[in-house]
């Protein structure tokens, strides 16, 4: 099996505002490291370094992937399977590997056998005279909140909604109300409003998804009595 298949990369992390990269972690901080790109990883490991500068519970959960990355790495069997994993490392750029990511390979390498001793030795030699890049987190509604501001501004008029709903428009709504579903089934206590619609349109198979279609989808999804809003969150109705 090609594990090279199945290792999810994110884009876009370094230099996001704080609403970028809540949409953009959201689904990765939960999986096992070996499902998750080197080059992730290492955007993740320096995101971690800076999470006083993150609200507190993605803190929270950069801090929970960390640990258990650095215990997934360690407890690779053999040089080998350290070496699939690792190799990407040294393609990269040395300043992209963060230094949490650097003392968590020397510990393996200080507890491994020779080969691994030497795989490690390898990889600190790629990035020694590269100091690690400092993690920059962009002011909030700076980036991708701009954009998305401006695509709003631009979208189309609203004598349109009298118009007869095409059948574009209906899968449209029908994919944004079965992604809020399978969205909010994960929250008990549900989630901020800014962060389900920059999640919905982060996912959405079109380019052209606006805040206000999210949003208008939303609220009839309230007044059908299928989910409902407390305090800026969106719930499932249970």
Request: proline residues 5%; aromatic residues 4%; hydrophobic residues 35%.
């Amino acid at each position: 099996m090609d594990m090279e298949t199945k290792r999810v990369t994110v884009e876009g992390l370094r230099g996001a505002d704080v609403p970028t990269l809540q949409v953009l972690t959201q689904d990765v901080l939960g999986l096992p490291v070996n499902q998750v790109h080197p080059t992730t990883v290492c955007d993740l490991f320096a995101l971690a370094e800076v999470s006083d500068q993150v609200p507190d519970q993605l803190a929270r959960d950069l801090g929970s992937f960390v640990e258990r990355c650095q215990r997934e790495l360690g407890d690779l069997p053999d040089a080998a399977a350290l070496d699939g994993y690792t190799s990407e490392l040294k393609a990269m750029d040395g300043s992209r590997i963060p230094e949490t990511l650097r003392s968590t390979l020397a510990k393996i390498g200080e507890g491994g056998d020779e080969s691994i001793t030497a795989l490690i030795g390898e990889i600190q030699a790629h990035y020694s005279d590269a100091d690690p890049a400092p993690f920059e987190v962009a002011d909030q509604g700076s980036l991708a909140s701009k954009a998305a501001d401006s695509r709003t501004a631009a979208a189309a008029p609203k004598k349109r909604k009298t118009k007869p709903k095409s059948k574009a428009d209906e899968e449209r709504r029908a994919w944004i109300q079965e992604f809020a579903l399978s969205r909010l089934a994960n929250y008990e206590t549900g989630l901020k409003e800014s962060l389900l619609v920059g999640a919905a349109r982060h996912k959405a198979p079109w380019d052209d998804l606006t805040d206000r279609e999210v949003r208008s989808v939303l609220r009839a999804m309230g007044r059908e009595g299928r989910i409902r809003t407390t305090v800026g969150r969106w719930l499932i109705n249970r």
